[in-house]
Each structure stands twice: as structure tokens, then as C-alpha cells.
């Protein structure tokens, strides 16, 4: 393309950490390739920091770093804003504030969307201007732009997906090479994989806020991150490890959110984020280290799996630097993707769903154990596919796989298992996917 | 979306068979879907067929069928225009017309871009409509998309993929169940898998066409079908698949596009496709039966694969349905997602490109034989990593595995190779794809 047909994009860039740095160093390395390619010349007009003084990896030009992150926003040169800060506040008035100037959003931020996603999509639809966001779920993985463009009006029935790095890490570790959650928690902390305090990683919350952003894009229709059923791995031990693995399954922390039916013509949705023990031969169960993977099942579509690196500067920022072309392109033609209407749905308790369960508890060895325990399944008419004991005396346990019942009948099992004197402390319970 | 601010598009289809009849299908089940969401009425307004009397699927209206083609095309009910006919003529004719009458074209037609591609994105970019061809590589799979859209400006280095269902199925049966070349074609002919004359699957030439477009849309820059190199699978043996097991390897045909380097300011390029060993821990080893799977491989994003069902009426008609909607709303907006400029590449030589080799033997079991072979290696410089002898007398065979070498080199030392009394027939040669 010939240099005067080329059109120049100011981009203000919202916090330069891991992921802005990184992509104000893309957008140096590939500036020719960009403009080239798609006649954009993309220039980074203003980046703000929360200090200025920090030493950064990227040099910027004089007058464009500022602490004032509004100032970006609002600068006539800024064109297109990208949003790196994190967080709610002040994320979420300065994306709305760039929507209604006319400015296209792109933004890695899975709180905000996961909690004021309709707001933005809606403002984002009414300024006719693109609100992109394949970096928040995923890092490099183009799943949103998946969901949003190929697959728009795929039936999808089901999206499972490893999309927490740091949990995956561990349970990788503690698979291959039998660690302690807390060692293998600890590596994850000096690789820089996990934070120093990793709550919002092992608790699930991070994985809740990506399950509602999926569930919002697969099924056009709102999911707020509260809405999403919630546990995390810390108490995921070696027992349950050893038992999966000698059982041909691996545990994995999914991310998963399903239709499972209609309600009063909206469609009925169970979205739920818990450590799970997934069939060795299913795609998902392949997926180690801190590589994350999306699977998605559709009516028509089949199985499909994107795989990929779900966290980092580099393969974030790719991520960002596709939906910033793709944003500027739109923007300089005077067009946008839009979100589409976002229906409301029904969202489906965790207590009605169906699954089979793997389920181990301590034992008292002695004669009538089972007799009592299966006394117990069977009053819930929970019915059990296969048991195991395992060790005598002090160390006796008893695993259970269970048929397909609902989480309603098994917690309930799991009441009044542990009000039996012969079974000691809480019996542990992971969910079962089949192949 | 409210009745009244619904958009309708007539959509001709050129071509009714499995993936046609499939599409016409999804577009009756997801209609009210496709409307509240994107506020888009698809209607499919005329579609073309080879003979109007044969049995279909698929009920359409009176008038809706024709066998003419071009008044498909020509027809002022028709707006998008969605090309399943395949082969060259008259899908070049076609398409060529829509577009120039300002009509967006939806085709999955890989041997039409494979081999005309050039001048048909250029007529979309100069139309200012769009040309959407996911369905033409890896079926339901948003490979096009993703490289088109998500990866624009990343620094591709490499795209590894198995793109041929029925030749991942047969290389698939020969590996887990032990079954002659022979035998597994015959069983993917009666699966409908294979066609009755196999040539265009099993001699690598249906994926050669894919691979060409892969290799313009990853690197931006043409490629042809004929510039790429080409062998199929079948004279790959149950010895080479045991003794690929054996080594921790499993044989797949892959199409391999791949950034080499830079010669005056062009991109230079190696694009092949043939069946080579691939490491049983990478990614792409998993990928059974007749399943197709993409491998990426990019400086800022690092490893990503895109995993599906590569052929079938319904998973190819949702690729294709995802582009019509993408075609029919932009159209609506009056805008469209250019191809981008695409540059000149130079092609790289297989013969000047490195890797591993398997090389496999029959040699006269008698003493000096090894050294004379080594001694054949060692003249062209060709450095050998493992070496196996297997079986005695008449069985006798060496199984090499060398260091990285040029194709060049290890093409010679066969070629004298084979003018040793004590080898007997023409070596076997893999390329190696390692982790």
C-alpha cells in the first residue's frame, strides 16, 4: 500500500506493565508489517503510568508518558484507547468515558467485564465503536473472536476450558511429579506464575470472572461473574492425584458453562468454575504446564479445542495488537463489530445438575463399613458405578465413582456420611467428565 | 433487536450437497437466533444445482431452485452470494461476477484460492465487499479467521497442520490398530471418508491447496499451490509406523508454511506438505482419527493450535455460516474486512531446508554393510543420531536417525545409497518434526 493512502491512528495506551510494554514493543517491532498489510500507520500518541519515574523496558517519545490516566482518554490525538489498569474503578470510567467519545476500547480486563460487561457492550453499541477484549480470557487464544464471530450463531451446547495458568501449573506438578499443593504453589510463586498472595488463582475467582465473559459471548446472553458457581484447588490432595491417575482421569480446574435448557423462551444456563477429574483421553486432559485450552461442543460445529499460552506480556499483547488492528481498521472505514443483543438468561443451580462424582472419605476399618456407607448412596438413590478400599486400619479409605446423579442428591449423601462414626473428617468430592 | 429494525439478505447458494443442504438447514434452525442477535433476516433467496430433480434434504420454495448458476448470481434478490460448487471453472466465473456486481461471496473453494486466489481477493478489496473462506482449510476449525484477523501483525514463524481428515484417519488406523495402508483406505472409503479415486487425499494434493492458504493469509504475501512441495502417504509402511512408535514418534501428514527468512525485503518461504514423524509429546501427535488440528507457531504469541472437525456437511456448513453472517452484516454497514496487501514471497527450496531424517533400509545381512552405509552418510556430511539394526538374513534392515541435515545432503547420500550392492530396494526417508 502505497505511504499516502496510509492513515495514521493515535493509540493511548491505559497502564504499562507486562502486558503494555509488551505491546508497545510489538507495535515497534511490526510497524512496517501493520502498515504494509492494512495501510495503518499505528502510533502510540499517549501511554499513562501510575509512576513516572519507574524504570520501563520500552522508550517513549517526550510528553507522551503521563500519570493522568483521563488525559489519555481525552486527548484529541488518541484515537483508539487501550485499557490495561485492571481492576474496577478507575477502569470502568474510563472505558465509558472513551465510548462515548467515539473512541473504540480494547481491554484485557475480565473483573469489569465480568462484572459491568452489559453497560460497556451496550455503551460500546450505542457510540457505534468497537469494545474488543480477546486478551481477558485466554491470553494469545483467539476464543472471544471465535465465540463472537465464526461461532455467532453456532448452537453451542457446552464451553470447557482451562483458563487459569497458575492452577494448572500446580496440578501439573502434582501429577507428573506427585509435589504437595504447597510446594508446587510455592514454584509456582518463584516462577512469577502465581501472586504472592494467590487467592484470586486457586480460590477460582479469576476463572469465574473468564467463565461469565464465555458464557456472555458463547450464549449472547448477560452473565454476571456472580452468577458463577465457584471452588478452587487448595483442597485438591494427593490421594485424590494418585486415585484419578490409577482411574485414567487427570484433574483439572474447568471453567465451564453450559446450556441446559429453556426457560420461558430464554435459554437456561449452568456456569461454574471447580477442580474436575477429566477422562486421560479427552483433548483437555493433555493440556499441562501453564498452557490454557478452550473446549467448545456445538450441534453443529462438533468438538473444537484452542490451545494456547493464557497468560504473559508477549502472548497477551498479541492479543491486544490483533484487536487493535482490527479496532482502528473499523474505526478509519467509520464501521464496528457490534456485540449483538445480549438476551437474559436463566441461570441453572449447581444443585440440579447431573454429573457422576468421584468421591473418597477416611474409614473406620472394621465390619459393617461399607454396609452403612452404601446404606447411605443408596437412600439418596445416588447410585455408585464402582469402589475401591484403599489401606487398612488408620489409613482405610473408600473411593467411590458414582452413576450420573444431581450435585442435589450427592451433597446430601455427603450430609449424612458425615454424621457416620465410622467415617472420619469431610469425605472429598470432584466432579466427573466423561469423554 | 425490534422486528421493524431487521435487516434482510437474500442469500444465493451455488451448490447443494452435503455442505450446502447443511447450510440451508442451520439457516431455518438458528433463524430467530441469528435475527435477535444480529438483527439480520437471512433468507435464502435462490440456490443453483446440478440436476433440479434429485431427491434433497432440504424443503425450499417454489422458484427457489434453478440449475442456472449466473441468474443465481445475477439475481437483484440476492445479496451474498455462498459458493459450494468446488473445482475451478465455473466457481472462478462465478465468484469473479458477484463480486464485481458489488455482491460479498462466502466459498469454501480451497482448489479455486489455492490456485486463483491472488486475483480473486483483489477483486473483493477492489469491490470493497467481502471474500470469507473458513470453510476451505480445516472444516469448523476458525483457522482463516484467527490468521486473517486475530494474528494480522504477529511474527509468524511457523504453521504445522494436519488438514487432511481422511489421510490423518488412515495414518490413524495403520498406527493403533495395526492395519495395512491398504486395509485403512478401503475402511475410510466405506466411511464415506475417502473418495472412490483417492489420489487428491492420499498424495497430499488437497492438502498442498490448503497449505498455499494458509501460507498467504499467515504471511500475507501469495502463494500458489504449485510452488508447494508434495508427497502423500501412500508408501508409508508398518514398519515405518513400529519403528516410529518404537522411537517415541508418530507419523502424520503434515502441511508445514514456514517463515525461513528475508531476500530483498521479501519474505522467504518453505511451504510442503509431507508425512513426517512428530514427536508423541507434541500437540499435534494427539490428533486421531479423522480429526484436522493447527499448529501456530509466532514470536509474541508463542504456541497456539486450533483443534476440530476438518470435513462434514455440518461442521463445514458453521464455518461457513459464521462468514455468511460476518458477509451479510457488514454488507448491511456498507463495509467489509479487506484481505489486506499481499506481498510478494520468495520460495525456499525444500532442498535447501533442514531437519532430522528417519531413514529405514533393507540390507544383505553380512559383515561391512554398516560400514560401508556410514561411510555413504559421512561423504555428504550427513551426521547420524541413532542407528538401529532389525531382524537377520533376508529381514535384515538399519534404521537411521540423523542430526539436523539439508535436504539436499541426505537426497544425495540415498541416491548412492542405492548403488551399494548390499542395500537392497530404495531406503525409506521421514523428516523429523521435533518438540
Redesign the interface.
Known sequence: ?SDSSRKRIGVGVLGCGNVGS?LIG?LE??HM??A????LELEVARVAVRSASRDRDVVLADGVLTTDAAAVVNDPDVDVVVELIGGIEPARELVSSALKQGKPVVTGNKELLANYGAELYAAADTAEVDLLF?AAVGG???LI??LR???????VRRVMGIVNGTTNYILSQMTEHGTSYHDALADAQSLGYAERDPTADVEGFDAASKASIIATVAF?ARVLAGSVYREGISSVGPADIAFAQRLGYVIKLLAIAERVGHVDGKPELAVRVHPAMVSADH?LA?VRDS?NAVFIE????????????GA?G??T???V???L??AA??WG???WT?I??L?EAVICSIDDLESEFYINMEVLDRPGVLAAVAGVFGRHGVSIRSMEQEGLGDQARLVFITHEATERDVQATLGDLRELDSVRGAPALLRVIGQ
Chains 1, 2 share one sequence.
Open positions: 500500500m509488551a510489538l517491532e511490526q508489517v501493520i504494509e498489510r492494512t495501510g480477546e494469545g487464544i483467539p473472536r471465535s464471530e465464526s461461532l455467532s450463531a453456532e448452537p449472547g483433548p493433555s498452557f456445538g450441534d453443529a460445529v462438533g468438538e473444537l479445542m484452542l490451545y494456547g499460552r504473559g508477549r502472548p499483547a498479541s492479543a495488537l490483533g484487536d488492528i482490527d481498521g473499523n472505514r467509520g464501521t457490534p449483538g443483543s438476551g
